[in-house]
């Protein structure tokens, strides 16, 4: 297998080269500020450390911990969760 060496600043299609994800998708983690990289005028630039050291630092857990955290200041958010649990016929605390 031949090395691949990448330079230390990568595009967004390098970056997608490297972790083996499309554009679209590594495109609307950056928009999100979920992977980093910076917008320079109308393009993507990502440091490859930056990449390296966020990769290992993403777990399923921390991840949904982030997005829920987001939601904590929703005032909806109690009312959602009593009419799911009132869809799936169940109680939110358990007995």
């Given amino acids: 297998m031949e090395q691949v060496t990448l330079p230390e600043v990568l595009t967004l299609e390098e970056v997608s080269q490297y ?19 910076r917008k320079i005028e109308s393009e993507g630039r990502f440091l490859k450390v930056a990449i390296d050291d966020w990769l290992p630092s993403q777990s399923t857990g921390s991840t949904l911990l982030q997005q829920a955290g987001a939601f904590a ?11 799911i649990y009132q869809a799936r016929g169940r109680s939110e605390v358990e007995e």
Wanted: charged content about 25%; hydrophobic content about 35%.
């Fill in 73 to 83: 200041d929703d005032v909806s958010l109690t009312d959602l969760r009593t009419s």
């Fill in 19 to 37: 972790l083996r994800l499309p554009v679209e998708t590594l495109q609307h983690q950056a928009l999100q500020g979920k992977i980093p990289g």
